[in-house]
């Protein structure tokens, strides 16, 4: 039987999403910016933060694999769909919804520099510092977390409690069978 157990409650998510909104907004003034998110676990937080942006935007989204074993991330970092949107000469927020070992984050930040960004950060509402293999700079965190599996708000454990409006760790997962195919 897997457990959940209440990690960050939906109020304290809205509270954060609105103060990362916030600055975000005062950092780009009126800057036209793409919002970038990463499929499949950014996209709640996404349609959270754009709605309390008061800026000009356009919204795209890339697709990558990156934990293709069970609560573990793998090394390898595959894109599996760019944006549509022109990038060039373009302010880009890539929108996270965890940065781990932070090489999805390291990928991404490259690509959209290859591609001939102006600028790019990133905004991931959850850090897991603890297992850090890189050392990509985060410009925008929400919380800072421990070393838990975490789901609910778009994050996913099988593809599973992607809908819970707070953000719950999970014990009790059993990896063979319960392997990970998160974004791909
Ligand atoms: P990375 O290890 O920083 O490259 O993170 C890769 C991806 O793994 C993140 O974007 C998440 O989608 C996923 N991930 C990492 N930790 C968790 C977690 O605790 N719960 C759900 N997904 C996670
Ligand atoms: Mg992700």
């Given at each position: 039987m897997t457990n959940l157990r209440l990690a960050i409650s939906e109020e304290e998510i809205q509270e954060c999403v609105e103060r990362l909104a916030r600055l975000i907004q005062a950092d780009y003034k009126n800057q036209p910016l793409l919002v970038v998110g990463a499929l499949n676990g950014s996209f709640v937080f996404l349609s959270d933060l754009i709605r309390r942006m008061n800026l000009p935007i356009q919204v795209d989204f890339i697709r990558l694999s990156s934990y293709d074993a069970a609560l573990k991330s793998s090394g390898d970092v595959r894109l599996h769909h760019g944006v549509r949107t022109p990038v060039v000469g373009k302010n880009v927020l890539v929108v996270e919804d965890i940065v781990d070992t932070g090489l999805t984050a390291q990928f991404i930040r490259k690509y959209f520099e290859e591609e001939g960004a102006a600028t790019v950060s990133i905004c991931s509402l959850?850090?897991?510092?603890?297992?850090?293999?890189t050392s990509v700079t985060v410009e925008y965190v929400g919380f800072e977390v421990p070393d838990q599996f975490l789901v609910g708000y778009g994050l996913d454990y099988n593809q599973q409690?992607?809908?819970?409006?707070d953000i719950y760790s999970i014990e009790g997962v059993v990896d063979s069978g319960g392997r990970v195919t998160e974004d791909i």
């Open positions: 959850l850090d897991k510092p603890a297992r850090r293999l409690y992607r809908e819970l409006r």
